[in-house]
């Protein structure tokens, strides 16, 4: 149990566009979810809290506009890159957590977007 | 926010030889502390955790112990085999909220 799947697991656009990526809780609902972006051979670094239900809460220095989350529902959160640069290339994990109360999170597979 | 240091950024050890791997936190009301191991391309998976209200936690070979008063907390791994090679993050967090992450640890188990 507690499966949390991403997609896609890759993908190269052109600057200027925008990337969506989904995050799904497969076989438990997610009252919260979390993403993170690493760079390569870095530590994961949270950039946003993604609620179900309400507005997302960002981290200190990440651009809430650049980076549009959605937890429309208990078991989908999506990470939309808006105007991707090739500096926005990178690694982006989601989490999930079981209830308010559990403290383990349960990572996606993780989606490698390259920004050409 | 909270701030977590982890040491060393890189391990070599001998096959069957322990590994440690010490973090440190800045914040006090952190009280819960996972350890995740991600190898290359793929996703941190959890090995270990401990609750403030605990003083150290041992799976197997995996132990890990705290200090609250220190502020630190350590990863300890026995008898390591080659298939422990990945990089280990360390991670705090207040109960419930999100975590933050430690720099890594590159662990290289040589046969």
């Known amino acids: 149990g507690a499966v949390v799947s991403q997609h896609p697991s890759w993908v190269i656009c052109k600057s200027g566009t925008s990337v969506k990526i989904e995050c799904r809780s497969l076989?438990?609902?997610?009252?919260?979810m979390f993403w993170y972006r690493q760079f390569p051979k870095q530590s994961l670094m949270l950039m946003a809290t993604s609620n179900e239900g309400s507005k997302a809460t960002y981290e200190q220095g990440v651009e809430k506009d650049k980076f549009l989350i959605n937890h429309a529902s208990l078991t989908l959160s999506t990470l939309t890159v808006t105007s991707a640069h090739p500096e926005d290339s990178s690694f982006y994990i989601c989490s999930a957590r079981l209830a308010e109360t559990y403290n383990e999170q349960f990572f996606g597979p993780g989606t490698r977007l390259t920004v050409l | 926010g909270e701030n977590v240091e982890q040491h060393p950024s890189t391990l070599s050890v001998q096959e069957g030889d322990s590994a440690v791997i010490k973090c440190t936190y800045s914040d006090s009301a952190s009280n819960y502390f996972p350890w995740y191991k991600q190898e290359l391309g793929k996703r941190p998976q959890l090995i270990i955790d401990i609750r403030s209200n605990v003083g150290e936690k041992k799976d197997q070979r995996i132990a890990v112990t705290l200090n609250k008063t220190a502020k630190h907390f350590s990863l300890h791994i026995t008898e390591t085999q080659p298939e422990d090679s990945a990089v280990y993050f360390c991670a705090a967090s207040r109960m419930g909220n999100q975590f933050y992450f430690g720099t890594g640890t590159s662990l290289t188990v040589i046969p």
């Open positions: 076989d438990f609902q997610a009252t919260t």
